[in-house]
Protein backbone atom coordinates (compact mmCIF):
# COMPACT_ATOMS: atom_id res chain seq x y z
CA UNK A 1 0.00 0.00 0.00
CA UNK A 2 1.28 3.23 -0.74
CA UNK A 3 -0.13 7.12 -0.98
CA UNK A 4 0.76 9.93 -2.98
CA UNK A 5 -0.15 13.04 -1.83
CA UNK A 6 1.12 15.12 -5.00
CA UNK A 7 -1.70 12.73 -7.20
CA UNK A 8 -4.01 11.99 -4.22
CA UNK A 9 -3.80 8.59 -4.88
CA UNK A 10 -4.17 4.84 -3.18
CA UNK A 11 -2.43 1.94 -4.70
CA UNK A 12 -1.85 -1.40 -3.12
CA UNK A 13 -3.39 -3.82 -1.62
CA UNK A 14 -5.83 -3.66 1.99
CA UNK A 15 -5.70 -5.92 4.36
CA UNK A 16 -6.56 -6.29 8.07
CA UNK A 17 -3.04 -5.71 8.96
CA UNK A 18 -2.30 -2.48 7.21
CA UNK A 19 -5.89 -1.33 7.38
CA UNK A 20 -5.00 1.30 9.54
CA UNK A 21 -1.50 2.70 7.75
CA UNK A 22 -4.42 2.76 4.51
CA UNK A 23 -6.60 4.59 6.43
CA UNK A 24 -3.78 6.70 7.77
CA UNK A 25 -2.76 7.77 3.92
CA UNK A 26 -6.08 8.42 2.63
CA UNK A 27 -6.71 10.92 5.97
CA UNK A 28 -2.93 12.54 4.83
CA UNK A 29 -4.84 13.28 1.48
CA UNK A 30 -7.47 15.03 2.82
CA UNK A 31 -5.30 17.21 5.31
CA UNK A 32 -3.28 18.23 2.73
CA UNK A 33 -6.54 19.82 0.93
CA UNK A 34 -9.35 22.30 1.36
CA UNK A 35 -12.91 21.93 0.05
CA UNK A 36 -12.89 19.28 -2.09
CA UNK A 37 -10.02 16.19 -2.64
CA UNK A 38 -10.74 13.38 -5.24
CA UNK A 39 -8.37 10.52 -4.03
CA UNK A 40 -8.04 8.33 -7.08
CA UNK A 41 -7.73 4.48 -6.54
CA UNK A 42 -7.54 2.78 -9.54
CA UNK A 43 -4.16 1.09 -8.05
CA UNK A 44 -5.80 -0.67 -5.42
CA UNK A 45 -5.02 -3.91 -6.15
CA UNK A 46 -8.57 -6.21 -4.85
CA UNK A 47 -12.11 -5.19 -4.24
CA UNK A 48 -13.01 -6.00 -1.24
CA UNK A 49 -14.87 -4.84 1.86
CA UNK A 50 -11.72 -3.51 3.67
CA UNK A 51 -11.09 -1.42 0.90
CA UNK A 52 -15.02 0.23 0.91
CA UNK A 53 -14.56 0.60 5.06
CA UNK A 54 -11.11 2.62 4.13
CA UNK A 55 -13.53 4.78 1.79
CA UNK A 56 -16.04 5.32 4.03
CA UNK A 57 -13.61 6.37 6.70
CA UNK A 58 -11.97 9.11 4.56
CA UNK A 59 -15.13 9.94 3.25
CA UNK A 60 -16.40 10.59 7.34
CA UNK A 61 -12.84 12.11 7.68
CA UNK A 62 -13.31 14.45 4.88
CA UNK A 63 -16.56 15.76 6.46
CA UNK A 64 -15.14 16.38 9.55
CA UNK A 65 -12.48 19.01 8.11
CA UNK A 66 -15.18 20.57 5.73
CA UNK A 67 -13.65 18.77 3.10
CA UNK A 68 -15.51 16.91 0.22
CA UNK A 69 -14.37 13.61 -0.52
CA UNK A 70 -15.14 12.30 -3.97
CA UNK A 71 -13.43 9.10 -5.62
CA UNK A 72 -12.22 8.89 -9.30
CA UNK A 73 -11.49 5.83 -11.02
CA UNK A 74 -13.14 2.99 -9.08
CA UNK A 75 -12.60 -0.63 -10.02
CA UNK A 76 -15.48 -1.91 -11.33
CA UNK A 77 -16.08 -5.11 -8.56
CA UNK A 78 -15.52 -2.42 -5.91
CA UNK A 79 -18.49 -0.53 -7.71
CA UNK A 80 -20.46 -3.36 -7.14
CA UNK A 81 -19.00 -3.90 -3.72
CA UNK A 82 -20.59 -0.39 -3.03
CA UNK A 83 -23.99 -0.71 -4.98
CA UNK A 84 -24.65 -3.70 -2.88
CA UNK A 85 -23.76 -2.33 0.31
CA UNK A 86 -26.13 0.25 -0.47
CA UNK A 87 -23.31 2.94 -0.57
CA UNK A 88 -23.50 4.51 -4.01
CA UNK A 89 -24.85 7.97 -3.35
CA UNK A 90 -21.63 8.30 -0.68
CA UNK A 91 -19.32 6.57 -2.33
CA UNK A 92 -20.01 7.13 -5.85
CA UNK A 93 -20.91 11.08 -6.36
CA UNK A 94 -21.41 12.85 -9.42
CA UNK A 95 -21.61 9.45 -11.50
Known amino acids: MSGNSAGNSIS ?7 FAAVRRAGESLIENT ?9 QIEHANTLAVG ?3 AWF ?3 AKRNTQVKFANVPDPLRKIIRVSGLTKILLQGE
Do not use: L, T
Not at 12 to 18: D, H, K, M, P, T
Not at 34 to 42: K, N, T
Open 34 to 42: QGEVVIDIR
Open 60 to 62: RYG
Open 12 to 18: GAISFEN
Open 54 to 56: AMV
